[in-house]
């Protein structure tokens, strides 16, 4: 546990892991299979629900499913990451196989390179030297990739295109796990496309652009500016005060400096640990708070968050 936290505010944390809901977890429990059956009657209601409902009614769900995968990754419900593995490997979501997932989301935890493009995996910026050679239609791109707009309509194909170009490049050089691990991704993806196209109301191309992408997109609107960076760690990343629809979705991961600070903790506790001890935190990452995804979305649907080129030389 962090040593700048005050000796109550460790004690509080160490009595929530002795309570009944952190040993059982059942509220994460929950949701997985909340997840399921709801994923399962939207699919197999199709001739009651329709085309629009359906779409309407999964792209959310998916987009909790991200979640669900990001609590799994950090050792939630259970201490095995075998079991946890299991529960969250089927790609709901298509895109990312679990394993990739996990393995650059962990490696994005070392807050002392958090940011650095090269270094941090999740990193949205680019060195100075990328930045100078990159021709200007490239430097457009990422431009409009700062603006919650341009994150919006471009960051999820982006990001796509991104992954299979790094990952097929990569699978040349490497060895049979990494084959193997996308074979089963493959075959999951195609599984739920099938079972999508037999019996919901939407087709699988639906389910993949119309469903998948724009959850991503959603998704995407956490990650915008939970980062930015800084020559302390600790001022790097953000808290975002919101407590509406889409913190729920993100299951309050804006909270996203307690997150970082206490990646052990689960979900349902952020928001206990957070207001327990507001001003300290605010304090640690030197003001860096937003009030609200509404109050991004009012300043940067069309303005850059930031330069997208990183400041720092490594």
Known sequence: MPNYLDEAHRAEIVKLSTTVTSKTEW???????????????????????????????????????????????????TRWPAINKALGFLPFAVWYPYDIYRDTHLAHHNDDVL????????????????WLRSPRYIRMLLWANKTLGGRL???????????VGSQTAQLFHSGRMAWRMWAAHILSVGLILAVVEEYSAISAIQYLFLVSLPALSIAMIRSFY??????????????????????????NLNLHLVHH??????????????????????????????????????????????????????
Not at 61 to 69: G, K, P, R, T
Not at 115 to 130: F, H, I, M, N, W
Not at 226 to 251: D, K, M, Q, V, Y
Not at 287 to 311: N, T
Request: glycine share 6%.
């Open 115 to 130: 940011t650095l493009p090269g270094l941090d995996p999740e990193s949205r910026y680019v060195t100075a030297a990328v």
């Open 226 to 251: 939970e980062h930015r960076p800084s020559t302390l760690a600790e001022h790097r990343t953000a808290i975002n005060e919101s407590t509406g629809l889409l913190s729920w979705l993100f299951l």
């Open 27 to 77: 509220p994460t429990w929950l949701l997985l299979a909340g997840f399921y059956i709801a994923w399962a009657a939207i699919i197999f209601s199709g001739e009651v629900l329709g085309e629009g409902f359906t779409l309407v009614l999964l792209v959310p769900l998916v987009v909790l499913w991200m979640s669900i995968q990001h609590e799994l990754i950090h050792g939630h419900p």
């Open 153 to 163: 309509l471009m960051g999820a194909p982006l990001a796509v295109v991104s992954l």
């Open 261 to 314: 600070d206490l990646p052990g903790l689960p979900w349902f506790y952020l928001p206990r640990v957070y207001r327990a001890r507001r001003e300290q935190w605010i304090a640690r990452n030197n003001g860096y708070v937003i009030h609200g995804y509404f109050r991004l979305l009012q300043k940067y649907l069309i303005s850059p968050v930031d330069c997208p080129r990183h400041p720092a030389e490594h």
